[in-house]
T-cell receptor, first 111, second 110 residues
Framework: RKEVEQDPGPFNVPEGATVAFNCTYS??????FFWYRQDCRKEPKLLMS???SGNEDGRFTAQLNRASQYISLLIRDSKLSDSATYLC????????????FGQGTTLQVKP | ETGVTQSPTHLIKTRGQQVTLRCSSQ?????VSWYQQALGQGPQFIFQ???????GRGNFPPRFSGLQFPNYSSELNVNALELDDSALYLC?????????FGPGTRLTVL
């Protein structure tokens, strides 16, 4: 079983749609949680950290459920520029530990 | 841009050859991590260097080796290249929690 699992998609949605990505992790000792965004043939970039209380950054909302070992990312009012691969990431250490990536979920927002 | 640079950007090698990839970390960052990203997959952790010492290693064979220099730049060396080594190799530098990725080196093994 993979340490971090994501539905690879692709998710094809129209502009303005709300889309949700889910991710599960296998190690209950996981300490830090992130969503990264990766554009085609580019490096991953941190989108947002994920906290147990949930957190929001504009149109993006991230949730963590430690009991279910489940992380989600909600994107509201999708833009064409949101088209990318979204990577779910966990670490076992809160300080420069190795990042454990999921396979990534591809989002394509269409006009 | 993150300030992390990698060279070369692209590289083509044949099976059995050796390759060295280079990474310059962001100013002030003393930790460099290397990742391998195969097509359609998420990055996989290779190893991490902290102040010139290896500080953790992923599930990669010994033919993957590395170095970190006093200026915190780093090298990844891969010996006896195999076809499955074809991938995007990413380095990431960090000081605190956040890791900043370079643009990667795309290695093709023929």
């Amino acid at each position: 079983r993979k340490e971090v699992e994501q539905d690879p998609g692709p998710f094809n949605v129209p502009e303005g749609a709300t889309v949700a990505f889910n991710c599960t992790y296998s190690n209950s000792a996981s300490q830090s949680f992130f969503w990264y965004r990766q554009d085609c043939r580019k490096e991953p970039k941190l989108l947002m950290s994920v906290y147990s209380s949930g957190n929001e950054d504009g149109r993006f909302t991230a949730q963590l459920n430690r009991a279910s070992q489940y992380i989600s990312l909600l994107i509201r009012d999708s833009k064409l520029s949101d088209s990318a691969t979204y990577l779910c990431v966990v670490t076992y250490s809160s300080n420069t530990g190795k990042l454990i990536f999921g396979q990534g979920t591809t989002l394509q927002v269409k006009p | 841009e993150t300030g992390v640079t990698q060279s070369p950007t692209h590289l083509i090698k044949t099976r059995g050859q050796q390759v060295t990839l280079r990474c310059s970390s962001q100013s002030g960052h003393n930790t460099v991590s290397w990742y391998q990203q195969a097509l359609g997959q998420g990055p996989q952790f290779i190893f991490q260097y902290y102040r010139e010492e290896e500080n953790g290693r992923g599930n990669f064979p010994p033919r993957f080796s590395g170095l970190q220099f006093p200026n915190y730049s780093s090298e990844l060396n891969v010996n006896a290249l195999e076809l499955d080594d074809s991938a995007l190799y990413l380095c990431a530098s960090s000081w605190g929690d956040e890791q900043f990725f370079g643009p990667g080196t795309r290695l093709t093994v023929l």
